[in-house]
């Protein structure tokens, strides 16, 4: 399977906060028509598993970007790195959007979910997209989950556990599921908690966004019980979709091209962007 790795290996980037903000070619010749969308990752990810959307949408002149917050990615992982928590990592967001010149389409996946509703409370946006998502923590019936040993660093997931809670689609392909652990990176303990704890609320009525929430019908019932996906769409004002055959890293399905074509037949109703041909 090709990932596009070496494709979003290559793109430029440049400091976004204490992290890294990757920018498609169709940045340097955007025409206003449709608003860009920054792409933001979940736990142990980083830009790269944004990869294949990112290589489309540049087939498409569509402006985009990928940010690895702090210490992921490949970025070095200092000293404090596992006592940061969401709102520090939700900096590096900001960041990220002061260096994009209009308001974007921000876009999280699970644990980044709950990274970009932070931010979001500072934003200028064009929409809000929120794949998978972590709920906020004041979000009723949100289930809370057993809290992991702080100090040091939480190990990436192995091979088995990757592939039955992130890349179930490609099971049958140890080759491929091995590729992707590949790119895992260890995690804050502290980031993971404020999410297990449902510590960490986000100001709803601060954001001022049309917004989207995509479900995955293969996610895990303990991380997304039944109903709770369609809570935090209400909690949003979002427009819900379920995708019956998506995993929880949808971007790297083998028909990856779904949740894409989700996320832009809802931004070229809900935003007025211009159509692509597909």
Same mark, same amino acid.
């Given at each position: 399977?090709?990932?596009a790795f070496d494709?979003v290996?290559n793109?430029p980037h440049e400091?976004a @906060?204490q992290?890294r903000?990757?920018k498609?070619?169709?940045f ?5 028509t449709?608003?860009?969308i920054l ?5 142990y990810h980083?830009?790269?598993?944004y990869?294949?959307?990112m &290589?489309e ?10 940010l ?5 990615g @490949?970025?070095?992982?200092?000293a404090?790195f596992?006592?940061a928590g969401?709102r520090q990592?939700?900096e590096d967001i900001?960041?990220a959007g002061?260096?994009?010149e209009?308001p974007?389409?921000l $876009?999280?996946h699970s644990?980044g979910?709950?990274l970009v509703?932070?931010?979001a ?7 809000l997209?929120l794949?998978?998502p ?7 019936g949100a ?22 809670n992130?890349?179930?689609?490609w099971?049958?392909?140890p ?7 590949g ?6 303990p502290?980031?993971q ?6 510590s960490?609320?986000v ?5 001022d966004?049309?917004a989207? $929430?995509?479900a995955?019908?293969?996610d895990s019932?303990d991380?997304h019980?039944?109903?709770q ?6 909690f949003?004002?979002?427009?819900y &979709?379920?995708?019956?055959?998506a995993s929880h $890293?949808?971007?790297?399905d ?6 894409l074509?989700?996320i832009?037949?809802?931004a070229?109703?809900?935003?007025g962007?211009?159509?692509i041909?597909?």
């Open positions: 399977m090709d990932f494709y290996d793109l400091p @906060g992290g903000l990757l498609g070619a169709a340097a010749k955007a025409d206003g449709r608003p860009p792409l933001v990752h979940g736990a980083g830009a790269w598993c990869a294949l959307w &290589r949408l540049d087939r498409h002149g569509w402006p985009v970007a990928a690895d917050v702090r210490g992921h @490949g970025l070095p992982q200092d404090n596992a006592d969401v990592m939700a900001v960041a002061d260096l994009i209009t974007p389409i $876009c999280g644990l979910a709950l509703g932070v931010a409370e500072t934003m200028d946006l064009a929409g997209v794949l998978a972590s709920p906020p923590g004041q979000l009723p289930r809370a989950l057993p809290a992991i040993a702080e100090g040091k660093v939480k190990s990436p997931p192995d091979l088995s556990t990757a592939s039955a992130f890349f179930p689609r099971a049958g392909d080759a491929a599921v091995a590729k992707l652990v790119r895992l990176t260890p995690e804050s502290v980031l908690n404020e999410r297990f704890r449902l960490v609320p100001d709803r009525d601060a954001i966004a049309p989207l $929430c995509i995955c019908g293969l019932e991380l019980p039944p109903g996906d369609k809570a935090v769409a209400d949003y004002d979002a427009e &979709r379920i995708l019956p055959n $890293c949808l971007m790297v083998p028909d990856w091209q779904t949740g074509n989700s832009l037949d809802w070229q109703r809900r935003t962007a211009h159509e041909d597909r």
